[in-house]
């Protein structure tokens, strides 16, 4: 068996297509711009990067789009209260401050500030707890983004066993819960399980979310089986520049598997795409237009 490749740049720009036409109803229809802001502190080239994509997709889909880049040295004061104005600012819907923040900066405190109700990382314990019990919630984007290709490929997942590998607060823990709800029967792994391939062998859906290259074996592939592939890992190539993997031997796992997520072009699009879902969700439930 040879692999589908699911193409996560060809799925998020039809989100993003679909994310375009709902704010331009959302415009003529009740008369308000939906808006993010992005909160940056430092100068991490890799978060720089992420934040100019953030600001340029989101007004590319027709939302407001600010950008707040604060020096390093900001104060955990300064930046509570900027949150606390972006909160009491009508015109911004979402908020996201962009991880990881200076050692100096309590970000658990910084991302509890954060209105539940503009918390479009979905990282405030009031949306993970919503999450949990079932009710309407922010989501995790990256979480989002890997069901959404799983469902690009088969559309019912009830009933399937899911292997999840990694349970981080960010990917492993909302996957799990994502695809409790997709009504799969769902084995949560992580570094202390034992006989991890016998695990992973037993799984019609396969999420890897380790951080380690190449970790997941084909051989540990069911026959048949969906890999969806989150991690993003930069090695080194023998010219001396580097490449990027996921936590799955793809070529190995490609000729097992019937559908299979690729790195780069995979998960990595789709996470950007589910911000802007998001903020689109959260300018809705702020002004009522959703239960
Ligand atoms: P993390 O380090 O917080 O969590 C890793 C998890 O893997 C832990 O729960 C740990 O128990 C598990 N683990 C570690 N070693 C293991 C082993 N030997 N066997 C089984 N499980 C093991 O990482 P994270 O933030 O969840 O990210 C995971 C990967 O996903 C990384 O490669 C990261 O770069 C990538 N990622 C991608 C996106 C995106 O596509 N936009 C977003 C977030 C994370």
Not at 78 to 90: P, S
Not at 91 to 105: F, R, S, Y
Not at 207 to 233: H, L, Q, S, T
Not at 259 to 281: D, K, S, W, Y
Request: proline share 6%; glycine share 8%.
């Amino acid at each position: 068996m040879t692999a589908k490749i699911i193409d996560g740049k060809a799925v998020a720009a039809q989100v993003r297509a679909d994310i375009a036409v709902r704010v331009a109803e959302i415009k003529s229809k009740y008369g308000f711009q939906p808006g993010l802001a992005v909160v940056l502190v430092g100068e991490d080239p890799a978060s720089q990067v992420y934040v100019r994509n953030k600001g340029k997709q989101t007004a590319e889909v027709g939302m407001k789009s600010i950008e707040h880049k604060l020096p390093v040295e900001t104060s955990e004061a300064d930046l509570l209260a900027l949150v606390d104005k972006l909160n009491n600012d009508d015109t911004i819907n979402g908020i996201l401050v962009q991880l990881p923040l200076p050692d100096h900066v309590n970000a658990e405190k910084v991302l509890n500030t954060i209105d539940p109700m503009k918390d479009v990382d979905g990282f405030h314990p009031m949306n993970v707890g919503r999450l949990w019990i079932g009710e309407r919630a922010l989501v995790p984007c990256t979480p989002t983004g890997s069901i959404i290709l799983a469902k690009s490929v088969q559309e019912n997942l009830s009933g399937m066993e899911a292997v999840i590998i990694g349970r981080s607060n960010i990917v492993g823990k909302p996957v799990a819960q994502l695809l409790l709800r997709e009504n799969c029967t769902v084995t949560l792994a992580h570094s202390r399980t034992k006989d991890l391939p016998g695990v992973v062998r037993r799984a019609d859906i396969v999420v890897a979310a380790v951080g380690i290259p190449e970790f997941v074996k084909g051989d540990w592939i069911k026959p048949g089986a969906i890999v969806i592939d989150v991690g993003i890992n930069r090695i080194p190539k023998d010219d001396g520049k580097s490449r990027l993997v996921g936590d799955v031997a793809y070529e190995e796992a490609a000729k097992v598997a019937s559908a299979i997520t690729p790195v780069p072009g995979g998960v990595g699009p789709m996470t950007i795409a589910c911000l802007l879902r998001n903020t689109v969700e959260a300018a809705l439930m702020q002004k009522g237009l959703v239960a």
